[in-house]
């Protein structure tokens, strides 16, 4: 598990800083993804607006659950990457969800720490990656990337019958989709879930704030994270808070980027 957290973590981590990939990844990246390529600039900055958009709508009763899953793997690959062994993954109908994992031994604060900040940062970090990872001319290899750790979480994480279910009917479409669509408007439709990610992601921490602040001992990471370094829960949730907004304001600023000074130009 430790390997498969580890190379989780690099692939997000390279496309969500935009480097340049090996040469041996990226002829392997042309094997599995020959046509793949990314819709225009004025595309990708409507399919994360038109994602944006869905957050704010009915819809967002079902498509929150790509952020619980998000949040939740964030969780589980920090914890393997750290030679901690993920175990299970619950996600409920009312979108909370619950990684466990077993410690590792000696496991430290530090680690405790890192572990517990993973989840509410992963769906703004996913967003910027999706983000950059098209406009790298990666669309089909992002999509095909993030079924492949969807689906390894159906085989070794989730456990419960509606995590099961849900992202196995997201698996099989998006397996569907790919085959039927092409790489341009695949890149429309991951630009629309990075929209989606980054504002559920800023809400999902909104709401752990206002737990802590009306719920104290409800559980939530902020909580778990204060109990390691001391500091006021309400001061981690708010910090969390922050790191998100800051995160999907870079999703966003990326995906609107060519557009950026006729924004401005709009506004002033």
Known sequence: MWILSVAVLLVSLFFGTHQNLPIQAVDALHWMAPHDGS??????????????????????????????????????????????????????????????????????RFRSFLVSAAGYPAPSIAAVAAIQAIQMGHSQVWAVFSMAVLAIAIVLLIRNFWGFFWTTGVVVASFFGLRLVSAEWVGVGVAAIAGFLAMNGIEFAQIQLKLVRQSPGSGVDAEAMSQVTGLPARLVASGHLLLCMGISGAAGYFAIQPYWSEIVNWFS
């Open 39 to 108: 819709p225009s600039a004025f595309l990708v900055a409507v399919g994360f607006a038109a994602g944006v958009v869905l957050e704010a709508s009915p819809a967002k009763m079902l498509l929150r659950y790509f952020s619980t899953a998000v949040h939740e793997l964030g969780h589980a690959f920090m914890a393997g990457a750290l030679f901690a062994k993920p175990k299970t993954i619950l996600i409920q109908p009312s979108s909370a969800g619950l990684a466990i994992f077993e410690l590792a031994p000696n496991w430290g």
